[in-house]
């Protein structure tokens, strides 16, 4: 079993590390760009629904804050991840380990356009604060090479893009390295300065937006993957400061004001811009558009990804092609979904594929034409390893969000997943100890939303199936959570697994290709042989005690392997029933359960 990774769970918090002896603000250093992606990560969180309120361009789907939140929150979870490796040996990263680690973080959790095209804009801060230097400045950066990272950022992101279109974050960040260069001047700014005449710049592109696209006009908002950008700049500065940076007072620029972060801009003849309510309605695709979002990671070569840029440039449009070093971002807006994965299959190998019909976010997102729908009086969510399990959970009247092995949910899929329920009241089964504190922070994102929202720590999937079992919305809140923690808690759970390199367990030295046998999250027994090792852990399991074993198999687990087990449980356990369900593709071979 692999030995713990420290994976952070939820929004990433600064923790007291020591700092090194520079002056605050003038350098750029590893605890910096900590507090710069928590802070960025609240920040998002609670600009969310404004950002996503004004998305009208490229698609007015509604998404853009989720999508920024979402990409921030897997760059943060990726720098936590640096700073708890080094945390046995009470030293610091140093700042290429974290912008590096940042830059990953987003690539990989880059959701939709304007998440990917942040994920290219940190990839090319990190190029340049990566880049060797001196050991004297390998710990933090000046103002003159985070201007010229700003700088590398925008070229980045223009060369990401298959189309670029002024109005939009491109022409923000450009902007933003504008007013970092403007500042540094001859290099004797500090890292404060260049960052504040940054988000000012910045602001005032932001403001400026409307000209560039009609769509932002007709609406009469600016543009909101622009907004995002800006708002992460807002917490670069209050990283490298200590504190916000003021709000400027509004100036024309070249006949539009600059706004604030929150106001739509006024027309150039100095009156409103209207409402757009005509042109433009949130979730809905202009006609002609392509039909579906394509997004997926891919493992190929740069020459086959210019290949792959060509083919589907031609098939669509939005294209954004992010990443390098073998491992990229795509993310295109086509009408044949199937022939945009096929293309990254001949390219390399498409992983984490996912695909939207803008159709059906439209048809989710009621208009103004059509009464809301009614809200329900309760709800279950949970987390599911397996599409057997979705299933089995979806026929117990659960919204389900899959845990797929190595890509834990983030708590803004949760808090979705909690609104997709559409319910007063929602009961949350993470069904991993580890998304304890992930689910936490997705409770309270909802409870902002007036949503009452139970948590009940599950630590595995057939913890949450006995929770659900005997869950009763009829019932009054209290008492059916009380009910459903006291099955959850009734219900010893194992695993079985298998090592992937030699580790120190609690039943000893494992090596890898072992197959472990879990209790309780702890490794009682090491064994070779799958069934061998499953029926070992039963009969320790049961030895306390039982009245019902459940068994979740993996789909290559073979039917032969639940028959053994289930006459195994009957023979040597009397008045012990077993059920078994298959799970799919999970992370464990054997999920086991015993009330």
């Known amino acids: 079993m692999p030995e713990p990774e420290g994976r952070p769970a939820g929004s990433p918090s600064p923790a007291p590390h020591p700092r090194p002896p520079h002056r605050r603000g003038s350098h750029l250093d590893a605890p910096a760009v900590r507090r710069w992606c928590a802070l960025a990560l609240d920040a998002l969180g609670r600009a969310r629904e404004d950002i996503d309120a004004i998305n009208v361009y490229p698609v007015a789907d509604g998404d853009t804050g989720t999508n920024l939140y979402l990409t921030v929150e897997s760059a943060a979870q990726a720098v936590e991840a640096v700073f708890a490796a080094h945390e046995t040996d009470a030293t610091l990263p140093g700042l290429p380990d974290a912008v590096r680690a940042m830059a990953h973080g987003a690539l990989i959790g880059a959701r939709g356009n304007s998440g990917t095209i942040l994920a290219q804009l940190l990839r090319g801060m990190a190029q340049v604060l990566t880049t060797p230097r001196d050991t004297a400045h390998a710990a933090c950066a000046d103002g003159r090479l985070l201007a010229l990272a700003l700088r590398r950022a925008a070229d ?57 696209l009609a769509v932002l006009a007709r609406a009469g908002v600016v543009d909101a993957g622009g907004r995002g950008f800006v708002t992460v700049l807002h917490a670069l500065v209050e990283a490298l400061t200590g504190e916000p940076p003021a709000r400027p007072a509004p100036r024309p620029v070249g006949g539009l004001a600059a706004p604030s972060c929150t106001a739509p801009p006024p027309a150039p003849s100095g009156e409103p811009v209207g409402d757009g309510a005509d042109d433009c309605v949130p979730g809905e695709a202009a006609a002609g558009s392509p039909a579906y979002e394509v997004i997926y990671l891919l493992d190929a070569d740069d020459a086959a990804v210019a290949r792959l840029r060509g083919r589907l440039d031609a098939l669509g449009e939005s294209l954004v092609v992010v990443g390098g070093d073998g491992l990229w971002n795509v993310h295109v807006h086509v009408d044949d979904a199937g022939a945009a994965v096929e293309a990254g299959i001949e390219a390399g190998r498409p992983h984490r594929v996912r695909i939207t019909h803008f159709a059906a976010v439209t048809a989710a997102r009621p208009d103004t034409a059509q009464p809301p729908r009614e809200r329900a009086p309760r709800a279950v969510v949970a987390v599911v390893p397996g599409d057997g399990l979705a299933d089995l959970y979806a026929q117990g009247g659960a919204t389900t969000v899959h845990h797929r092995a190595g890509e834990p949910p983030a708590s803004g899929e949760l808090a979705e997943a909690i609104r997709r329920a559409h319910a007063h009241e929602v009961v949350l089964l993470p069904n991993d100890p580890e998304l304890r504190h992930t689910a936490a922070v997705a409770a309270e994102q909802a ?48 695993e079985i697994t298998v090592a992937e390199r030699q580790s120190w367990t609690t039943a000893g030295i494992c090596q890898a290709g072992d197959v472990l046998g879990l209790v309780d999250g702890d490794v009682a027994v090491i064994g070779a042989d799958l069934t061998d090792t499953a029926r070992t852990v039963l009969d320790r399991m049961l030895s306390a005690g039982g009245e019902m074993v459940t068994l979740v198999l993996d789909d290559e687990v073979p039917d032969q392997v639940a028959d053994i087990l289930e006459r195994h449980v009957r023979t040597t356990h009397l008045a012990v029933d077993t059920v078994v369900y298959r799970g799919g593709r999970q992370s464990s071979p054997i999920l086991i359960g015993v009330e």
């Open 156 to 212: 980045s992101a223009y060369g990401a893009v298959a189309r670029p279109v002024e109005g939009t974050v491109l022409t923000v960040a450009t902007a933003a390295a504008d007013g970092a260069a403007e500042a540094d001047g001859a290099g004797g700014a500090d890292c404060a300065a260049v960052t504040r005449a940054a988000h000012a710049a910045a602001l005032t592109a932001l403001g400026e937006t409307p000209r560039h």
């Open 447 to 494: 409870r902002g939303d007036g949503i009452r929202v139970a948590l009940i720590p599950t630590r595995s999937a057939v913890q949450g199936i006995a929770a659900l079992a005997v869950h009763e919305s009829g019932r009054r809140f209290d008492e059916d959570v009380v009910a459903m923690t006291s099955a959850a808690g009734a219900t010893r759970h194992g």
